[in-house]
Structure formats: C-alpha cells, structure tokens
C-alpha cells in the first residue's frame, strides 16, 4: 500500500475511533461471537434439518462450519489489519471505497436490527407460554420493552459493563447445551435413530444448508466493536478461532444426540431439544426450556454490545446524522446510537415475528461476508498492517474464494422473492448514499482539517 493511500486509511480510522477506549480482551470478544452465533436456532433448526435431510443432518452443520469458518479466517485476517468501528463495514471502506462501504455497512445494521427484534419477540413468547391468556398481550410487549431497553441502559454506562453482561450470560447459555450433549449421549447411543433413506436431493439440501448457515451467523456483530479491541492483531483472530471451531463441534454433537433420541420423531418437534431432555427426565425439559429463554437474552446482549457500533461508524464517516456518532461524556459509550438501535428493535418486536425477521436478516448478511472475505483479501494484496504484525494467514486466497462462493451459493438458494428484497434494499442504500454527496461535498469544503466537524 502506498505511504499516501495507507495515510488517508489511518486518518479515516482516526476519524472513526477518536475518543473510544481500547479494553476488549480475546475473552471478551470470542465470549460476543459465541454468545451471537449460539443465539436462539441451535434450539429449533435441528428439528428443521432432519425434516430435510434426515440423518445427513450433521453433514449439513460440518458443511456450513467449513465454510463460515473460511469467512472467519478473513475477518481475522482483516480485522488483524485494520481494527476499527464498524467492522467489516470498515474493511470494505478502505478497500471498495464509501460506497460500497454504506451499502454493506446498512446490509450489516439492518440485518441485525431485524434479526434483535426477532429475538426479543421470541424471548417474550418463551415467557408468556406459561402466563395465562389474558396476561399475555400486556407482559409480551413489557418484557420485550424492558428486557431490550434494559441491556440498552446497561451498555450506555460503559462498553465494559456491556461486555461483562455478555461474558456472564454466554458462560450460563451454553451451560443447558453442554448438559444436553453429556445426559443425552448415553440416551442416543441406545435410543431410537432417524430412518435411513435415499440421499437428499439438491434442492432440500440446498434448504438445509440456508438453515444450517442461520445457526452460524452472528460473528461480525462484536466486530463492530473493533474500535474497542486492545491488541486487535492478535486478540481478534484468537476470539473468532475460538468462537467458530467451539460451536462447530456443539452444533455436530448436539444434531447426533437429538437425532439419537428421538428418531423419527425429531422432524416434527416444536422444541426438539427439551423434547430429547423429556424422554430422560421432566426436570431436564424444564432445563432445556430455561436455557432457550437465556439463550436469547444472551443473544440480545451481545447484539446490542455490537451492532450499535455500526450507527457510529457510519455517522463518525458522514454517512449518517452526526448525533448518532456522538459518545456519553462520562461512559465514552456511543449512547445516541445504542438508544436508537434499541428503539428499532423494541418497534419490530412488538409488530412481527422470529420467523419472518430471521429469514430476511441471514439473507442481508450473506452479502456482507462476501465483501469482508473479498476486502480481507485486498488489504493483504496491499500490505495494510495498521496495529502491528498481522494475522498472515498464508491460505488466504483460498479461504476467500470459499467464502465468497459459499454465501453466493446461500443467496442463490433463496426464493425470487427474497432476492428481490435484498436486491432492493442494496439499491436503495446505493441512492441514499448518492444522495447525500452533495451534502457530503459540501460539509469537506467547510472542514478546516481533517479531524474538525466530526462529533466528539
């Protein structure tokens, strides 16, 4: 990379991160991924993979951990290189250019405000199913009012707090899971098995693998926090390692334990997982259940952690109104963007459902890993090492070329409707950019360096 261009990319990174405060550890960051990645699926796509593919589900989940794992492999790469606010967001910038950047970074923000809201209404079904009906309507708009406004006022006091929320709830979520695979082990190799039948064909393991894929994304949303990442060369690239490989293998184990007990019956299951605890013991199913109802408070916490940052970046860069770029005197917390991101969520939760929001935001992600494996792969061709040694990973090429094709096949899996939707939000993000260069050039023409007009 040249001495100017790696000077215009520092400068905008300044721009970006001015004011936060580096303290996010690999701990911290892989405890964010986990936490997003092991989110409210791994509770119900199991029954959804033996519908369509019967016992090859676990193929299925080792598929797709190979490849989000070689779209992890280029957001270490990438974060290791340039760690910034945003994310991935930040990659593309520096390597596509701002628009390409707004696009993908309103992709990245819109796809996780749907899939929160989403979350936080299934949190509140999870809760009032043991309310009767007269109380539900009222105690499901309070708990996703209060549970979402809730992390939202614990992560304004300090990005710290937030990721100590995160931390705690992770190590609690996966505890339900890991016990699910111990008790459940003995129970599936004695159990009942899935009916062997004629492989797949193309079209339901194309679906499978959409479903599959859904359980996996989460990774690039404490990413955004980048900007906050002590160490990022070193820490990023160990907190994704950690995250991508650990829930590989929970997700492979937890698929074969279910499938070994329940059998047949697992493709028709609401609750696959508590179902499987209930045939050992009603208190287990009771287990599963509380930890379903954690997991997604978890998931929440972590989202919130993270896809805030995303608001912020792009207000830091004028891409958005600067009031959401603006950080709390005292927390140095980007509270303006996390306020509103919570508003956005609570609003979509309280008017649709988990299913509808979650197919429609691992849709609007799919082509932000196709521009992170893409930017990963530049900013290594260019030689950009802003935080000291980076990552280095010397199959990068070829992890980009899985990625990349990877997500491709995903979207191409989608119905024509669903294509036009996400095509149609990608153009739309594309106007609005145009649109606002005049606005742009004209705010640069003012700015008497390259550090003044930016919110503090």
């Known amino acids: 990379m040249s001495g100017s261009a790696a000077s215009d990319a520092d400068v905008r990174e300044s721009q970006r991160d ?11 960051v892989a405890a964010g ?30 598929t797709c951990g190979f490849a989000v ?65 007269s109380a539900r309507a009222s105690v499901h708009a309070a708990v996703i009012i209060g549970v979402v406004g809730g992390i939202a006022l614990i992560n304004i006091t300090g ?41 797949p064909g193309a079209q339901d393991f194309g679906r499978a693998l959409i479903l599959a894929v859904f359980a996996f994304i989460g990774m690039e949303t404490p990413l955004c926090a980048s ?12 907190a994704l390692a950690i995250a991508v490989l650990s829930t590989t293998a929970l997700y492979i184990a937890i698929q074969i334990v279910a499938q070994g007990i329940l059998g047949p019956a697992l493709a028709t299951s609401k609750a696959p997982l508590a179902d499987a605890m209930g045939r050992i013991h009603p208190a287990l199913r009771a287990l599963m259940l509380a930890g379903t109802a954690l ?20 207000a830091r860069d004028g891409l958005m109104p ?43 992600i799919a082509p932000l890993y196709i521009g992170g494996c893409a930017a990963a792969w530049m900013l290594a061709r260019r030689g950009v090492a802003m935080a000291g040694p980076p990552l280095g990973f010397p199959l990068l090429g070829t992890a980009a070329v899985i990625g990349i094709g990877g997500m491709s096949a995903l979207i191409a899996l989608a119905s024509r409707r669903e294509i036009i939707g996400l095509v149609t939000l990608a153009a739309l993000s594309a106007l609005a950019f145009l649109f606002q260069a005049p606005r742009r050039s004209r705010q640069a023409a003012t700015e008497a360096g390259p550090l003044s007009g930016r919110p503090e």
């Open 69 to 133: 794992g070689a779209v992890a492999i280029c957001f270490a790469e990438g974060c290791s290189r340039l760690p910034t606010s945003g994310g991935i967001y930040g990659l593309v910038e520096a390597t596509c250019g701002p628009l390409a950047a707004f696009v993908v970074g309103s992709l990245l923000w819109v796809g996780c405000v749907l899939a929160c809201g989403g979350v936080a209404a299934a949190l509140a079904d999870v809760v009032c199913s043991a309310l009767p009906p």
């Open 322 to 364: 600067g009031a959401l770029g603006r950080l709390h005197p005292r927390s140095h917390a980007p509270h303006i963007a996390i306020l509103c991101y919570a508003t956005l969520a609570i609003m979509l939760g309280l008017t649709g459902s988990f299913a509808e929001l979650a197919v429609l935001s691992t849709l609007a």
């Open 159 to 199: 990005v710290s707090r937030g990721a100590r929320l995160v931390g705690a709830t992770t190590t609690l979520k996966l505890l339900p899971l890991v016990i699910f695979v111990v008790a459940g082990a003995g129970a599936a190799v004695h159990g009942s098995t899935l009916p062997q039948t004629v492989p």
């Open 18 to 28: 001015a004011g936060l405060i580096r303290t996010l550890g690999p701990w911290t």
């Open 295 to 314: 997991s997604m408070f978890g998931y929440l916490g972590s989202d919130i952690l993270g896809s805030p940052r995303q608001l912020f970046a792009l």
């Open 227 to 238: 900007g906050e990442v002590r160490q990022p060369n070193r820490t990023i690239p160990r």
């Open 33 to 62: 991924a986990i936490s997003m990645i092991v989110g409210a699926g791994i509770f119900a796509v199991p029954a959804a993979l033996a519908a369509s593919v019967g016992p090859y589900a676990p193929l299925a989940f080792l």
